[in-house]
């Protein structure tokens, strides 16, 4: 059964950066696709990025695309997320997921078979 754990979240000023990690065990990464969502108060889990088995291919939503980069290091079963340029509308509980049976990259919660406990991540103005 594959298990991920993130860590790296906490408290930061806007323009600050921050780097969240997710270990992943129970299973050979190298054959898992990534996934890293958020959600703030009162809103829904929303897909930010994700990285394919190989590390090849990465995908993000517009409002980050330019400020974080997923990458990830199969022989230490460890994918990171670099954020920069942070801002208050990132603030959220950030989550990293697993999809153990794709081919590609999905955007929708429901590609993901597998999900950490999350990591807050706060920024302030």
């Known amino acids: 059964q594959v298990q991920l754990v993130e860590s790296g979240g906490g408290l930061v000023q806007a323009g600050d950066s921050l780097r969240l990690s997710c270990v992943v065990s129970g299973r050979t990464l190298s054959t898992t696709i990534i996934g890293w969502f958020r959600q703030a108060p009162g809103k829904e889990r929303e897909f930010i990025g994700g990285i394919n088995k190989d590390g090849t291919l990465t995908r993000y939503i517009d409002t980050v695309k330019s400020r974080f980069t997923i990458s990830r290091d199969n022989g230490k079963n460890r994918v990171g997320l670099q954020m920069n340029s942070l801002k208050p509308e990132d603030t959220a509980v950030y989550y990293c997921?697993?999809?153990?049976?794709?081919?590609?990259?999905?955007?929708?919660?429901?590609?993901?078979?597998?999900w950490g406990q999350g990591t807050q991540v706060t920024v302030s103005s």
């Open positions: 997921a697993a999809d153990t049976t794709g081919w590609t990259v999905g955007l929708s919660p429901f590609s993901y078979d597998a």
